[in-house]
């Protein structure tokens, strides 16, 4: 399975973007798909998750700090992830990355439970 980010783009505060992340290969659907982000001089950190569960319910999950703002979303058929971010601060300002977990039905905000990344998309917010 290989994944590939794009959406990458140098917006204004407030604006929104949607970053895409399609995967390459099967072993998709059952799995918990996440986008993390690494600003300059920080560790990656978790942005946020989802699964679906069966028929039309997934399961989500945020990051505190763009909770409200972002919301991820997938297409098992196309086999893409996606987020769309709205509100966009500077802070925001970073290298995302789409990924995998390594396990199956398994839920994580670690980044070492995700096998499988994406190249990254550089997403810069300016003031």
């Known amino acids: 399975v290989q994944l590939q980010a794009s959406g990458r783009g140098l917006v204004q505060a407030g604006d929104s973007l949607r970053l895409s992340c399609a995967a390459a290969?099967?072993?998709?659907?059952?799995?918990?798909m996440g986008w993390f982000r690494q600003a300059p001089g920080k560790e990656r950190e978790f942005v946020a998750a989802?699964?679906?569960?069966?028929?039309?319910?997934?399961?989500?999950d945020y990051a505190d700090s763009v909770l409200g703002r972002f919301t991820i979303s997938r297409d098992d058929a196309k086999n893409t992830l996606y987020l769309q971010m709205n509100s966009l601060k500077p802070e925001d300002t970073a290298i995302y990355y789409c990924a995998r977990a390594r396990v199956p039905f398994a839920y994580s905000q670690a980044s070492n439970a995700y096998d499988l990344w994406g190249q990254g998309t550089l997403v810069t917010v300016s003031s």
């Open positions: 989802i699964r679906r569960s069966g028929g039309s319910t997934y399961y989500a």
């Open positions: 290969g099967r072993a998709f659907s059952n799995y918990y």
